[in-house]
């Protein structure tokens, strides 16, 4: 078992210089912590995403639906769908687990 605060992990996001953190990365799967303060539209990935609202709020779109979204919501991207956020009003932190570490934000080259 691995224990994580994520209230830890925002203030280690906030004194960094990055927008990406990484919680943990196992053979199965993938979670990062990720602020969006000006988003671009995210490359669709192989496998599926779950993106858990920690704060913040503004509008997602998935595939062809748009939700408005604010902290505690739960969003579920299905693999190779395009996905972005927009019309942040308030900056954007996510829990973002990827179903493996292939997919990641930090395991990809950039």
Do not use: C, W
Request: hydrophobic share 30%.
């Amino acid at each position: 078992m691995t224990h994580i605060s994520t209230t830890d992990l925002a203030e280690e996001l906030e004194a960094g210089e990055t927008d990406y953190l990484e919680v943990l990365s196992k053979d199965s799967l993938s979670v990062e912590l990720a602020r969006y303060p000006n988003p671009e539209p995210k490359t669709p990935h192989k496998t599926d995403e779950l993106y858990y609202i920690i704060s913040g709020s503004g509008k997602a779109h998935v595939g062809s639906e748009r939700y408005s979204i604010e902290e505690g919501d739960v969003l579920y991207v299905e693999q190779g769908l395009e996905h972005d956020f927009f019309d942040v009003e308030d900056e954007i932190t996510a829990l973002v687990v990827f179903a493996n570490t292939e997919d990641s934000v930090l395991g990809r080259s950039h």
